[in-house]
């Protein structure tokens, strides 16, 4: 089906293993970006890609690692989970056109909590 | 880019227009209007974008001053559904900041039978 599936929707893990949250969009966008929301607070940019090959921190990128090997997919890695990292991770793309026709579209999210 | 100063929390009677103000005083010409909107634990939908003429799709309004700096999303019908978090960001299309979106508090529209 076509869209922007994440994976898991929920996780639970231990402070210092290391996880991977999976973003999959099947739109060939050239943007994907990550995002973090915790309770009772706005959306905060964790990193971006303009690219396979090419990405670049946002507002809160410490402690995490991105790659993108392919467009399609762009995995977001905890390094040594700390419960600070504990929130919802949302994954969105859009389109590389000059004007942002029809905006971003997000994942449905990924709870995790850090125990 | 440019921030946007909303109402925290606003309440509307189902059926009844729903209009949400946002000031964005030091946009930018090249910057664009956004609307998103996040019904609770989902993530953000798209709803409307503008750059200086008002605009219209199949779920709102978007009426934006001839100045700029504020605009007032419209939801001409609410339903119960409509109930969310709604986002007003100002960002450009591309260049070094990608387009990226940076959301405020927004404001929370409860709409009530």
């Known amino acids: 089906d076509a869209g922007i599936t994440q994976s898991p929707r929920y996780k639970i893990t231990e402070t210092g293993r290391q996880v991977t949250l999976m973003c999959h969009q099947t739109?060939?966008?050239?943007?994907m970006f990550w995002y973090r929301q915790d309770l009772g607070h706005g959306l905060r940019l964790i990193y971006y890609?303009?690219?396979?090959?090419?990405?670049d921190k946002g507002e809160v990128p410490d402690g995490y690692v991105v790659s993108r090997s392919k467009t399609e997919n762009f995995p977001l890695t905890l390094e040594s989970a700390t419960r600070s990292q504990t929130s919802v991770y949302f994954c969105?793309?859009?389109?590389?056109?000059?004007?942002?026709?029809?905006?971003?579209?997000f994942g449905s999210g990924t709870r995790l909590t850090v125990v | 880019d440019a921030k946007t100063t909303q109402p925290p929390s606003m309440d509307c009677a189902e059926g009844r227009a729903a209009n949400l103000p946002c000031n964005h005083s030091?946009?930018?010409?090249?910057?664009?209007v956004y609307w998103y909107r996040q019904i609770h634990s989902q993530g953000p939908q798209y709803i409307i974008h503008?750059?200086?003429n008002n605009e219209t799709n199949e779920m709102a309004s978007l009426i934006i001053t001839e100045d700029r700096k504020s605009s007032t999303l419209i939801l001409p019908h609410a339903t119960l559904r409509d109930t969310a978090v709604y986002y007003c960001?100002?960002?450009?299309?591309?260049?070094?900041?990608?387009?990226?979106?940076?959301f405020g508090q927004g404001t929370i529209l409860t709409v009530h039978p």
């Open positions: 030091t946009i930018s010409g090249n910057e664009y």
């Open positions: 890609s303009a690219a396979a090959d090419i990405t």
């Open positions: 503008g750059l200086k």
């Open positions: 739109w060939s966008h050239s943007y």
């Open positions: 969105a793309s859009r389109t590389g056109t000059a004007v942002l026709a029809y905006g971003y579209t």
């Open positions: 960001i100002v960002t450009n299309a591309g260049g070094t900041s990608y387009g990226k979106l940076t």
